[in-house]
């Protein structure tokens, strides 16, 4: 079980970037995909989640309306645009597959297999 | 500012035993998840659920919770335990997750 994701990228200030996460070794549909991002020196932080399945998405409040986590099954990928860049979203991304358990009252939610990340560096 | 609080830094001696521990009015509802990350490297599940496992991670990682506080054990700590330490849970009752701060844990 694996989750590819795609290269470094450098964007200037208002720019897009559209970064994938590619999964094998499992059904792609079975499992959630997350999207997590660290700032440097700073810690995690959670920016959404996609059911590859039916592809709805549910967002950090923080990122509505700047993000897109989309897709395409046919490739087993995921991918998550951020529009409007600005120097604070220089970061490493993640992807992360997401599975749950439920005790009968009680569920966690965890993050099983993660990708090795995806540095984005915004600079004018 | 995270829903989710744990103290910033946490030493602990070789072979002694830790706990490093996450605050949140979530976890009073929803059961925590545990990732351990070193420098340079992606996270790590350690724990997640009612206190498991993965597979491959060391009995001497355990978990418990009270109240609004999850906490994560390491009984014997050993140098390559030394990390940064992130709980992970539901956010509020909506269907976003949110990570506490880390702690970064020193074993001395």
């Known amino acids: 079980v694996q989750l590819v994701q795609s290269g470094a990228e450098v964007r200037k200030p208002g720019a897009s970037v559209t970064l994938s996460c590619e999964s094998s070794?499992?059904?792609?549909?079975?499992?959630?995909i997350h999207w997590i991002r660290q700032a440097p020196g700073q810690g995690l932080e959670w920016m959404g989640i996609?059911?590859?399945?039916?592809?709805?998405?549910t967002y950090a409040q923080k990122f509505q309306g700047r993000v897109t986590m989309t897709r395409e099954t046919s490739r087993s990928t995921v991918y998550m645009e951020l529009r409007r860049l600005r120097s604070d979203d220089t970061a490493v991304y993640y992807c992360a597959r997401g599975d749950s358990v439920n005790y009968g009252g009680l569920s966690s939610y965890y993050m099983d297999v993660w990708g090795k990340g995806t540095t984005v560096n915004v600079f004018s | 500012s995270s829903e989710l609080t744990q103290d910033p830094a946490v030493s602990v001696a070789l072979g002694q035993t830790v706990r490093i521990t996450c605050q949140g009015d979530?976890?009073?509802?929803?059961?925590a998840s545990w990732y351990q990350q070193k420098p340079g490297q992606a996270p790590l599940l350690v724990l997640y659920?009612?206190?498991e496992r993965p597979s491959g991670i060391p009995h001497r990682f355990s978990g418990s919770s009270s109240g609004n506080t999850a906490s994560l054990t390491i009984t014997g700590a050993q140098a390559e335990d030394e990390a940064d330490y992130y709980c992970?849970?539901?956010?509020?009752?909506?269907?976003?997750?949110?990570f506490g701060g880390g702690t970064k844990l020193t074993v001395l």
């Open positions: 979530s976890l009073r509802n929803y059961y």
């Open positions: 996609i059911n590859p399945s039916g592809g709805t998405t």
């Open positions: 992970n849970s539901r956010h509020g009752s909506g269907d976003q997750l949110v």
């Open positions: 070794g499992y059904t792609f549909i079975t499992y959630y």
């Open positions: 659920g009612r206190y």
